[in-house]
């Protein structure tokens, strides 16, 4: 109605935008702002570009030391790819996240959010949770593969404690997928 366009001005001068405005004073909004699913799409695209940003770094900077090792000694080099390969796994666990909170929102019938405040809190909350602990693995990951793989080209029994470090770095990342799942999981009230 006309009480949508008050003191707009031009905005409502314009008679198709004026009868598609959506009069944001109905009370669904107070649970289900059109912002909502911004927030759900937010928190998506951080897990997928943090826990990436994490995979990359752990990648790089452990396949450095793999080839740096690789010169001298070129038999222990497919051996020395378990950082890289776990690294690789910290990039899976965003995207697990990213497309569960991407498939999450979606509107009704009408084009209208079906998506409530609480649930695009959470998702944004659980993007950034498993994104952020990716990137943290990621990098612990880089680290200790570089230098781990370094040392056990030059001492074998380092290995097996470069395996153990690898596995509580892992861990990290593993920990930031289940607080994300459990935030992203979150309902809120129905917007209907």
């Not at 598609?20 to 911004?38: E, G, Q, R, T, W």
């Not at 809190?121 to 612990?140: D, E, K, P, R, V």
Request: proline fraction near 5%; hydrophobic fraction near 50%.
């Amino acid at each position: 109605g006309a009480h949508v366009c008050e003191g707009r001005g031009w905005l409502c001068s314009q008679p198709t935008l004026a009868a598609n405005m959506v009069d944001l004073s109905d009370p669904i909004y107070d649970k289900c702002s059109p912002m909502a699913p911004f927030w759900g799409f937010i928190g998506a695209a951080n897990a997928l570009i943090f826990a990436n940003m994490g995979a990359a770094y752990g990648t790089a900077k452990s396949g450095m030391g793999i080839q740096i090792m690789g010169v001298t000694k070129p038999e222990l080099v497919m051996k020395s790819v378990i950082p890289v390969v776990m690294a690789g796994v910290i990039g899976i666990y965003g995207l697990i996240i990213a497309v569960i909170i991407g498939n999450n929102v979606a509107p009704n019938a009408q084009g209208l959010p079906n998506y409530s405040n609480y649930e695009g809190y959470a998702g944004f909350a659980g993007g950034m949770t498993c994104g952020l602990s990716g990137l943290a693995a990621g990098i612990a990951i880089g680290i200790a593969g570089d230098t781990g793989v370094r040392a056990s080209g030059q001492q074998p029994k380092l290995f097996v404690g470069m395996v153990l470090i690898l596995i509580f770095s892992e861990a990290l990342g593993l920990y930031g997928l289940i607080v994300g799942l459990i935030l992203a999981s979150r309902k809120g009230l129905p917007c209907a």
